[in-house]
């Protein structure tokens, strides 16, 4: 069974950091595409960022690049989100992701199967 267990969320002011980090067990996450997505409330749930199985590609949306930092560790099942100059639009529930199998396109939300219950971020102004 595979579980996914976000951590790090909470309250920051504006241009504040939080580093959100998520556990996994149980299944292909240590040799698969693995993201961050976030959701608010009525809307839909988008891409953050996400990582190759050998963090040897990233990408970002276009609205967290240059703020925020993906990176893994395989041999300990983590993934983590560095978040820094946090603003307002940035709070959301924070959700960790990983695919059943590797893909290229890290953007693509509906290829990532596995997923946290989400981890909430408020940034205040």
């Known amino acids: 069974q595979v579980q996914l267990a976000e951590s790090g969320g909470g309250l920051v002011q504006t241009g504040g950091s939080l580093r959100l980090s998520c556990a996994t067990s149980?299944?292909?996450?240590?040799?698969?595409?693995m993201g961050w997505l976030r959701q608010t409330p009525g809307k839909e749930r988008e891409f953050v960022a996400g990582?190759?199985?050998?963090?040897?590609?990233?990408d970002y949306a276009d609205s967290v690049k240059g703020r925020f930092t993906i990176s893994r560790d395989n041999a300990k099942r983590t993934v983590s989100l560095e978040m820094n100059n946090l603003k307002p639009e940035d709070t959301a529930v924070y959700y960790c992701?990983?695919?059943?199998?590797?893909?290229?396109?890290?953007?693509?939300?509906?290829?990532?199967?596995?997923w946290g219950p989400g981890t909430q971020v408020t940034v205040s102004s």
């Open positions: 990582i190759t199985w050998s963090s040897s590609r990233v």
């Open positions: 992701a990983c695919a059943a199998e590797p893909f290229s396109s890290l953007i693509a939300t509906a290829k990532y199967d596995y």
């Open positions: 149980g299944g292909p996450c240590s040799i698969s595409t």
